[in-house]
């Protein structure tokens, strides 16, 4: 297969200035370009990783039973860097909409500004899960370090 994976995610926002403070704000992601309505940020995979494009502040949210994005994640370096992030998307006022042990993954989910779910992740070793059947359908709760039930 000569597909390696997920270059960047381009997402519609309703104001540029808004989903930055999310983005790079809080997330810690870092902008690296612009165009007009439109501003890209880099975290550690490629060129740019994300994309927002300011469509205004007529637009409608994301809903739930509608096709389209259902989230998307973005990879952070250890467990330990999770829990500060989850900290830091707390104090920030971020919607948190809970913690999964994916079985292959552990992380958590928050709402961006314009409604857009993001997962915030660390792959588990794969010594953990590859002799599991099926191990995609194997979630459960999931306690950050350092945090209580």
Known sequence: MSLRGVNHIVLKVKDLRGADQFYR???GMQRVGERPGMWFYHAGGHH???????VGPQAEPPKRMNTGLFHFCLDVSDEQALAELYERCEAAGAKILGAVDHTVSR???????DGHVVELGVDAPAHEWSDVDNPFALDREYILPGRNK
Do not use: K, R, S, T
């Not at 740019?48 to 300011?54: C, G, M, Q, R, S």
């Not at 992380?107 to 500004?113: I, K, N, R």
């Open 107 to 113: 992380g958590f989910y928050v709402q961006d500004p």
């Open 48 to 54: 740019h990783d994300l994309a927002l494009v300011e």
């Open 25 to 27: 704000g809080v997330l």
